[in-house]
């Protein structure tokens, strides 16, 4: 085992002599940082919405002031009837129609119950579903106050039965992540997304290199040891992995106030023990792989098999049964939602404990994986 | 008797239908030069593999510096040197750097690497250029290199795969001193060339066409069977068999 110092010396070397590479690990986990929690997110602002108000009455107008008032909204257009409103969806213009009856004041005051109609295009379907919540949100507070207005301008005697007829309200407390702020959500899985693509692919870059120039025959006509070569392969990964992910900490933290509300140490050890399953990976691709085109094209397919369902955008139970499987097997999974439960639920290694367990034994299974498929003999 | 570091019988390499290697047996001296001859395809890089341990044999036996070359390959390996007939040391390593890994790789330890790739470089009249990444050296300098790291672990056997392939005359001459001063020290050679003049070198040379070993002996011995006075002329008459190409 003394050769594996001479091993990792070399790959140091080479890593340190390579013009890209030590750039890369630097401004990597930074311009990722700095650009993508502000353009990747769920939030749905700024939805555009098209009035048709047949009554113009005062109830309708302050319904309309409510809508426009919302940060979710912008008032496109007030067309005069439905079908030119849907015109302007068809168009692209808007993206959702709201029509108040012409009888909408009267319906109130005499009937006590009016109806609106609303219309969303659901073609972006998150933004169909909180598009038309939002609405309904405020449709419903319009009401809540309408109806406060009316009791009081009953009779005390009336106001008091009224008032005893039993309501229920929900009020929700938005726990770990108070502002609902995206960003604090995503940020742990960007993190988990950058130490994928360094530590998977440049090792599965690594050994098929190797082979391309012809370096590997030298290394297989000697008696080194299988398990050492694969071990000072992924060292350095692992090493430069962590160097990533400390990057990553500080500057979440110094461009968006991040640090996790959990223990540190948790995130970093839990980061190490991904790198090496990720690394892992990596080489049994470059094993497998003949020249650098098929490692690259495998090792990018794979990685978005990984990313896509690893929860980083939608969450794994909304995913049907065979993809949570994958996700069970999946350490991109366990690593994006361990940091989330680091960052946001405020939780210790004790906590993670478990997910640790499982991604050590993903990384174990994968290493060796590595060093069966390095093949000293064809 | 001289004892035999390389025996091997029937070896045979297969690709799919394509036989490589097509049974050949032969045997290898202590301390011999031996010229492993043949013309471009005939199969003596795949031979040579396989008695390296780095490519399985299909069928056949044989034994290199005493170990089976089927279970005991591993054991092989700490006992010979080999150099690929494409450049393989590492091009973005300097020339110590390179001279380090493999000697660490063969467990020697630090101090014997320092002292003796002090003394290699020394020999080499290399010594302004250990700080040179390899891939800045000409040609003929890389081969000695590549050599002189092949035996720097001091094996029983080491296997040269056309060492001197787009070498200039000059330098040829000093990589045929090297290799007789290997030999000197003990070291079994095994070497491919296409180089005649280089066949007139070694103690004896087999020729391979087509998969086959079709004569060995020493130089001497087989311009004699052909009856001629140049290996060129054995080499013409033997190759002008093969059907493969």
Redesign the interface.
Same mark, same amino acid.
């Given at each position: 085992m003394k050769i594996i110092k001479f091993l990792i010396e070399k790959e140091f070397k080479q890593m340190f002599r390579n013009p890209l590479i030590p750039r890369m690990i630097v401004m990597y986990p930074i311009m990722v940082l700095l650009v993508f929690p502000w353009a990747v997110s769920f939030e749905v602002k700024n939805i555009k919405i098209d009035v048709v108000d047949h009554g113009k009455s005062v109830y309708s107008k302050r319904l309309i002031d409510k809508m426009a008032a919302s940060k979710y909204f912008i008032l496109h257009d007030t067309p005069p009837d439905y079908k030119s409103a849907m015109f302007n969806m068809e168009n692209g213009d808007t993206d959702m129609i709201v029509e108040i009856p012409a009888t909408f004041d009267k319906d109130i005051v005499k009937d006590k119950n009016s109806k609106v109609r609303v219309a969303v295009n659901s073609v972006n379907g998150t933004q169909g579903l909180l598009g038309s919540n939002y609405i309904m949100q405020i449709v419903n507070d319009f009401s809540s106050e309408l109806r406060a207005e009316l009791i009081n301008t009953l009779p005390p005697q009336q106001r008091a039965s009224l008032m005893s007829i039993p309501q229920v309200d929900i009020i929700p407390k938005y726990k770990y992540n108070p502002g609902l702020d995206y960003k604090n959500f995503m940020i742990p899985g960007f993190m988990v997304l950058l130490l994928t693509l360094i530590c998977g692919i440049l090792p599965a870059l690594n050994i098929v290199m190797e082979k391309e120039s012809g370096t590997i025959n030298q290394i297989n006509v000697t008696p080194v040891n299988r398990i050492a070569f694969i071990l000072a392969k992924l060292i350095p990964f692992w090493i430069v992995g962590l160097v990533v992910m400390i990057i990553s900490v500080f500057t979440a933290y110094l461009l968006y106030g991040l640090w996790p509300t959990g223990s540190i140490l948790a995130v970093l050890i839990s980061a190490v023990v991904f790198i090496l399953s990720i690394s892992g990976f990596g080489l049994i691709i470059s094993n497998y792989s003949e020249t650098l085109q098929q490692a690259s094209f495998l090792v990018m397919f794979f990685i978005l098999i990984l990313i896509l369902l690893g929860g980083m955008f939608t969450p794994v139970s909304g995913m049907p049964s065979w993809a949570q499987l994958i996700a069970a097997i999946n350490p991109f999974s366990y690593l994006t939602e361990t940091l989330r439960m680091i960052y946001l639920n405020g939780s210790t290694l004790a906590d993670v404990s478990g997910k640790l367990l499982a991604m050590a034994l993903i990384a174990l299974f994968l290493n060796g994986w590595a060093v069966l498929s390095y093949k000293k003999r064809g | 008797m001289r004892k035999k570091v390389i025996e091997v019988s029937n070896l045979t390499k297969k690709f799919g239908n394509f036989t490589a290697v097509d049974h050949i047996t032969f045997d290898v001296d202590e301390g011999e030069i031996f010229g492993f001859l043949g013309a471009n395809g005939a199969g003596k890089t795949t031979a040579m593999?396989m008695l390296? #341990? +780095? %490519?399985?044999p299909t069928a056949g036996e044989g034994r290199v510096a005493g170990y089976d070359i089927i279970k005991e390959?591993? !054991?092989i390996?700490?006992n +010979? #040197?080999?150099m %690929?007939q494409? /450049? %393989? &040391?590492?091009?973005? &390593?300097k020339v110590w750097?390179n001279i380090? &890994? /493999? #000697?660490? +790789?063969? #467990?020697l330890s630090e101090k014997e690497i320092a002292d003796k790739t002090d003394e290699l470089l020394k020999r080499l009249d290399f010594e302004q250029e250990r700080d040179t !990444?390899v891939k800045y050296l000409p040609l003929g300098w890389k081969q000695k290199l590549a050599f002189s790291v092949a035996i720097f672990h001091e094996p029983k056997i080491v296997f040269l795969d056309e060492p001197t392939g787009g070498v200039d005359p000059a330098m040829r001459r000093q990589f045929w001193e090297m290799i007789y001063d290997a030999a000197d020290r003990g070291i079994t050679v095994f070497v491919t060339t296409h180089y005649m003049d280089e066949a007139e070198y070694c103690n004896r040379v087999s020729i391979m066409v087509d998969g086959h070993i079709e004569a060995l002996d020493s130089p001497a011995a087989l311009r004699q069977q052909f009856n001629t006075d140049s290996m060129d002329e054995v080499f013409r008459k033997l190759a002008r068999k093969a059907e493969r190409f």
């Amino acid at each position: 085992m003394k050769i594996i110092k001479f091993l990792i010396e070399k790959e140091f070397k080479q890593m340190f002599r390579n013009p890209l590479i030590p750039r890369m690990i630097v401004m990597y986990p930074i311009m990722v940082l700095l650009v993508f929690p502000w353009a990747v997110s769920f939030e749905v602002k700024n939805i555009k919405i098209d009035v048709v108000d047949h009554g113009k009455s005062v109830y309708s107008k302050r319904l309309i002031d409510k809508m426009a008032a919302s940060k979710y909204f912008i008032l496109h257009d007030t067309p005069p009837d439905y079908k030119s409103a849907m015109f302007n969806m068809e168009n692209g213009d808007t993206d959702m129609i709201v029509e108040i009856p012409a009888t909408f004041d009267k319906d109130i005051v005499k009937d006590k119950n009016s109806k609106v109609r609303v219309a969303v295009n659901s073609v972006n379907g998150t933004q169909g579903l909180l598009g038309s919540n939002y609405i309904m949100q405020i449709v419903n507070d319009f009401s809540s106050e309408l109806r406060a207005e009316l009791i009081n301008t009953l009779p005390p005697q009336q106001r008091a039965s009224l008032m005893s007829i039993p309501q229920v309200d929900i009020i929700p407390k938005y726990k770990y992540n108070p502002g609902l702020d995206y960003k604090n959500f995503m940020i742990p899985g960007f993190m988990v997304l950058l130490l994928t693509l360094i530590c998977g692919i440049l090792p599965a870059l690594n050994i098929v290199m190797e082979k391309e120039s012809g370096t590997i025959n030298q290394i297989n006509v000697t008696p080194v040891n299988r398990i050492a070569f694969i071990l000072a392969k992924l060292i350095p990964f692992w090493i430069v992995g962590l160097v990533v992910m400390i990057i990553s900490v500080f500057t979440a933290y110094l461009l968006y106030g991040l640090w996790p509300t959990g223990s540190i140490l948790a995130v970093l050890i839990s980061a190490v023990v991904f790198i090496l399953s990720i690394s892992g990976f990596g080489l049994i691709i470059s094993n497998y792989s003949e020249t650098l085109q098929q490692a690259s094209f495998l090792v990018m397919f794979f990685i978005l098999i990984l990313i896509l369902l690893g929860g980083m955008f939608t969450p794994v139970s909304g995913m049907p049964s065979w993809a949570q499987l994958i996700a069970a097997i999946n350490p991109f999974s366990y690593l994006t939602e361990t940091l989330r439960m680091i960052y946001l639920n405020g939780s210790t290694l004790a906590d993670v404990s478990g997910k640790l367990l499982a991604m050590a034994l993903i990384a174990l299974f994968l290493n060796g994986w590595a060093v069966l498929s390095y093949k000293k003999r064809g | 008797m001289r004892k035999k570091v390389i025996e091997v019988s029937n070896l045979t390499k297969k690709f799919g239908n394509f036989t490589a290697v097509d049974h050949i047996t032969f045997d290898v001296d202590e301390g011999e030069i031996f010229g492993f001859l043949g013309a471009n395809g005939a199969g003596k890089t795949t031979a040579m593999q396989m008695l390296c #341990g +780095i %490519s399985m044999p299909t069928a056949g036996e044989g034994r290199v510096a005493g170990y089976d070359i089927i279970k005991e390959n591993e !054991l092989i390996k700490r006992n +010979i #040197g080999y150099m %690929s007939q494409k /450049f %393989s &040391l590492y091009e973005d &390593l300097k020339v110590w750097e390179n001279i380090r &890994l /493999f #000697g660490g +790789i063969y #467990g020697l330890s630090e101090k014997e690497i320092a002292d003796k790739t002090d003394e290699l470089l020394k020999r080499l009249d290399f010594e302004q250029e250990r700080d040179t !990444l390899v891939k800045y050296l000409p040609l003929g300098w890389k081969q000695k290199l590549a050599f002189s790291v092949a035996i720097f672990h001091e094996p029983k056997i080491v296997f040269l795969d056309e060492p001197t392939g787009g070498v200039d005359p000059a330098m040829r001459r000093q990589f045929w001193e090297m290799i007789y001063d290997a030999a000197d020290r003990g070291i079994t050679v095994f070497v491919t060339t296409h180089y005649m003049d280089e066949a007139e070198y070694c103690n004896r040379v087999s020729i391979m066409v087509d998969g086959h070993i079709e004569a060995l002996d020493s130089p001497a011995a087989l311009r004699q069977q052909f009856n001629t006075d140049s290996m060129d002329e054995v080499f013409r008459k033997l190759a002008r068999k093969a059907e493969r190409f």
